[in-house]
């Protein structure tokens, strides 16, 4: 079987174990597969990720113990000659929301996530791509060709009620979801370097960022800016085929099982990421499951062997922060009006370890109080709550803690969430609006003593 990712990390999985049930075909595939150990930690509630289908459903079959259960026997043939696009494999991935928990809680660590995008990529490969993955997956590349007419048509859509439900019946998109409007302004990488005594940090802007939310990104400039530090933001490579296009992960085409244009991405990084590995120079990046794929997913989409370096290079925001703090990093933070907070991090942040950071930069504020909401997935996981037949389960998903807990803080209480998706969802689910950690820190250098 010939696989889209590369799985050779799995190789020496279950050498000499007669017991790892290891599947009869799809070599290391099979191995990522055949590391659950049937624990059953994925069916629980409780604290922590894992996993957000079955909290909702409590039902076992949507579980990644089941879904594990469901890939062994495509992949030992019981599936038939095409088990990628069997129904029995598309009802066991059809609530999977890529959260990653199962990678973090799971004892034997079941990367589903990475599990499904090779899953995906061979049901394209079988049935085609669909029109509703392409518009999802190509969203990159979408708002760098149309912005202004793909802008224009969105909030046309958002405001007429039976566009909304024309799309609903002709893409899948969900009328019961507004659609994210692009800003008017992208992010202008030509105006953000400065001069800094603590050296230099190469900030990587994603998609999310540079076109619907490119404040984070200015904000981010000046927290580091006023850290002392000087911010060069990346761009592609010289050489680069689309010197204009922003640079992107590849996240919404994995997400989508398109594996070759993520790979195409991932090559534009690596090229423009070089200058800086070389030179040791920090990566910053501020959308965690943008930032996180350049540390986890980049080793399956054959890159090299620099992408070892960009693991040790590459930071979440708060996590660089942190860091840079053990140093000497001082920043002059003042306390905030209100002086509260409800705080939401991303499935990614918390599989990663990352909210510990969180914690701590949130902790520099004088005078802030913050609560860590102890939540499962919130429910949009991307594009999965634009989906009409996922919509339900979304808000499921988000009415477990985190909906609740941002209706029950006080009004004049910030929410705070460093993911697109999850500012998104708590805006439809609460009419609250959330922001980025770093719009946070830069307000609270500006903010008036008194």
Not at 415 to 442: E, P, Y
Request: proline content about 6%; hydrophobic content about 40%; glycine content about 10%.
């Amino acid at each position: 079987m010939k696989t889209h990712l590369d799985w050779s990390a799995y190789d020496t999985y279950g050498v000499g174990d007669a017991y790892a049930g290891i599947p009869a075909t799809g070599g290391n595939y099979a191995k990522a597969v055949a590391v659950c150990m049937n624990n059953h930690q994925c069916q629980r509630d409780g604290k922590g990720v894992m996993c957000p289908s079955y909290r909702i459903t409590h039902n076992p079959a949507h579980s990644t113990g089941a879904r594990v259960k469901a890939f062994k026997a495509a992949l030992n043939g019981e599936l038939g000659e095409q088990p990628f696009s069997h129904p029995d494999l598309a009802a066991a991935m059809d609530l999977c929301v890529s959260c990653k928990g199962c990678k973090k809680e799971c004892p034997s660590s079941v990367d589903m996530t990475l599990i499904k995008t090779e899953y995906l990529a061979h049901r394209n490969e079988e049935l085609g791509v669909p029109l509703r993955a392409r518009l999802f997956g190509g969203l990159p590349d979408w708002l760098h060709r149309y912005r202004r007419p793909l802008n224009a048509l969105i909030r046309l859509r958002n405001a007429v009620p039976w566009l909304a439900g024309m799309a609903e019946r002709r893409l899948g998109i969900s009328a019961q979801r507004p659609i994210p409007e692009i800003v008017g302004e992208a992010f202008q990488a030509e105006t953000a370097e400065c001069c800094g005594q603590r050296g230099k940090v190469a900030l990587f802007v994603d998609t999310f960022t540079h076109y619907y939310t490119p404040e984070v990104a200015e904000a981010a400039i000046a927290v580091l800016t006023a850290g002392g530090y000087s911010v060069e933001v990346l761009r592609p490579a010289a050489d680069d085929a689309e010197p204009q296009r922003p640079l992107c992960c590849g996240r919404t085409y994995l997400s989508q099982g398109m594996v070759e244009a993520a790979k195409l991405e991932g090559k534009r990084v690596m090229a423009a990421l070089a200058p800086a590995l070389a030179a040791g120079t920090p990566i910053v990046g501020l959308e965690p499951s943008c930032l996180l794929a350049l540390r986890d997913e980049f080793y399956s989409l054959s890159l090299g062997p620099a992408v070892a370096q960009v693991g040790k290079q590459a930071f979440l925001f708060e996590e660089f922060l942190m860091r840079e703090a053990n140093k000497g990093l001082k920043l002059d933070l003042k306390p905030l009006p209100g002086g509260k907070a409800v705080v939401h991090g991303h499935c990614h942040q918390k599989a990663f370890g990352a909210m510990k950071s969180v914690r701590k930069v949130l902790g520099w504020i004088p005078e802030f109080e913050f609560e860590i909401v102890d939540a499962s997935c919130c429910g949009m996981s991307g594009s999965f709550g634009l989906e009409v037949e996922h919509y339900e389960a979304s808000m499921k998903m988000g009415e477990l803690a985190l909906l609740p807990a941002v209706r029950s803080a006080p009004a004049d209480a910030l929410i705070v969430a460093d993911g697109f998706s999850c500012r998104h969802q708590i805006k439809d689910g609460t009419g609250r609006d959330a922001v980025h950690v770093a719009v946070l820190l830069a307000r609270a250098l500006k903010a008036t003593p008194g």
